[in-house]
């Protein structure tokens, strides 16, 4: 089943076009990652999906709505001075979750950050400010998930271990990724690869 599907995507910020007639379809289960330099276009694409950007061309359908996405930006961007658990109690809140504490534990138990719980977020570790993020994100048991350059400046441990984690995610939920990321050994896990440069896609594939 196909969730989102974008043709001739475009985005421009006054004369420049960050992106420009990008056509991409995500489909249920699949893990489709996106590499490209910096300046190529990946986060304004996550943006424009993700619902937090206007596209200024084409068409972009989603066939789960807005709700069923949850995206993680590059940059931390939970509260520093609020503990791992305050922080995700927060985020439920914003969502109108109620009795969220099963769900928190459960997630904090999946990434191993259940013995955190009460450390300032803004003390953790560069992976596990990652693990915190994915979690934040999954609170609401999105069906798409997006994740800008998840593992950027994360130590090779970490990141083997997020991606195991996305691994097991996809298989237990049937839970459809997409990430956008530098490092190649990270893209060859991927179902699906594209390419981007000058914010068009030009290549993609197995």
């Not at 995500?26 to 910096?38: T, Y």
């Not at 709700?67 to 590059?74: D, M, R």
């Not at 509260?79 to 927060?90: H, I, K, Q, Y």
Request: aromatic share 6%; glycine share 12%.
């Amino acid at each position: 089943m196909t969730l989102l599907e974008a043709r001739a995507l475009a985005c421009h910020f006054g004369p420049k076009a960050a992106v420009q007639g990008l056509d991409l379809v995500l489909a249920e289960g699949e893990l489709v990652g996106l590499i490209g330099p910096d300046g190529a276009g990946k986060t304004t694409t996550f943006r424009m999906l993700a619902g937090l950007q206007r596209p200024s061309g084409g068409h972009l359908h989603r066939n789960l709505g807005r709700e069923g996405i949850s995206y993680v930006p590059q940059a931390f961007s939970l509260a520093p001075d609020l503990t791992v658990e305050e922080n995700l109690r927060f985020q439920a809140g914003l969502f109108g979750l109620a009795d969220p504490g099963p769900r928190i534990t459960k997630l904090l138990d999946s990434v191993g950050l259940a013995a955190f719980r009460d450390r300032l977020s803004g003390a953790l570790s560069g992976g596990m400010k990652q693990k915190l993020a994915l979690c934040s994100a999954l609170l609401t048991e999105p069906r798409l998930l997006l994740l800008d350059e998840p593992t950027t400046g994360v130590d090779p441990v970490s990141r083997r271990e997020f991606w195991s984690l996305l691994g097991d995610l996809r298989a237990a939920q049937g839970l459809t990724i997409f990430v956008c990321t530098p490092y190649m050994d990270e893209a060859e896990r991927c179902t699906q690869v594209g390419l981007i440069y000058g914010g068009r896609l030009i290549a993609s594939g197995s």
